[in-house]
């Protein structure tokens, strides 16, 4: 099954808090209710737009501090709580489920809402368009705005690409691989790109920056037509004239599965990156982007508030 929204856990969560008595944690709570759930290793392998975090477990620990805020739960100490009193009442009436709109019965979650402002009102803000419960965690919800805003930029930059000079898009590669790690220096990267021209050979750069080894590069600045098997395999036997077995093919359009197929047969290591997957790494190299502002995501740093004797 899916992963439940985090408005789904609530109503489970609070049930084992009351099974168990005594204080949880997270972690222990995520183990009984994906067995419960009967969520799927795949499903608990999910993870936010970030990587950083299981969806699940994201989920639980916002549906907990909801219900703290509602005076369902109570921290006991640091990482762990409990059912209150009011909790066990709430489970007496036997509700079909527990969400944002059942616990705005409740002073302190209202209270909590309007402090701030973008809770503040009858409605908890939807990215998903709904008019009243959002089924998205704060985490995810901010997740994937800028994921949104990330696509838009990536959108924006490779319409740029596609319309620049063979020579600027030389340099936005040069850029890129030297950002990268790649070429040694900016001097010697650019000295490199644009000079063999042999045969499908578009430049050759450093795989570091010792120069232990060297990469040969093609790149194609197309816009709607697809790169195809025959560019690849003049590609791959450019390398094997020149004995060489790395290779990245650069292009701002995309790869046809049929030219992908080959290169997963062949025995030279190349590289395939399509316009989406450039684009991608130009704004993770900070290449012909720049940043418009910062929005630092906190948590309480718990060991500042340790007494020490």
Known sequence: MAVPDYQSVMLPLLQFAAQK??????????????????????????????????????????????????????????????????????????????????????????????????????????????????????????????????????????????????????????????????GGSRADAG?????SGDGGIDGIIKEDKLGLDVVY????????????????MQFAGALQAQRANKGIFITTSRFTDDARNYVSQIGSKIVLIDGEQLTNLMIEHDVGVSTVSLYPVKKVDSDYFEESI
């Open 217 to 232: 590069i093609q790149a194609k600045r197309w816009d709607n037509n697809p790169v195809g098997r025959p560019d690849v």
């Open 21 to 182: 008595g005594t204080e949880t944690s997270t972690s222990e709570a995520v183990e009984a209710l994906a067995k419960e759930l009967g969520l799927t290793e795949d499903d608990l392998k999910e993870m936010l737009p970030s990587g950083i975090q299981s969806t699940f477990v994201n989920r639980v620990g916002w549906a907990s501090t909801y219900m703290k805020k509602a005076g369902l739960l109570e921290t006991t100490r640091r990482g762990f709580y409990q059912i209150t009193e009011r909790g066990k009442d709430l489970l007496k009436k036997q509700p079909k489920t527990i969400n944002v709109k059942l616990l705005k019965q409740y002073t302190e979650f209202l209270e909590f809402q309007q402090l701030k402002g973008t809770r503040s009102g009858d409605k908890v803000p939807d990215f998903k368009g709904t008019s009243d419960v959002s089924t998205a965690t704060p985490s995810e919800a901010l997740e994937a705005a800028y994921e949104n805003l990330r696509d838009e930029l990536a959108d924006e930059l490779l319409a740029k690409l596609k319309k620049i000079s063979p020579a600027f898009f030389e340099r936005v590669v040069v850029e890129l691989l030297v950002k990268m790690g790649y």
């Open 191 to 195: 000295k490199a790109i644009g000079r």
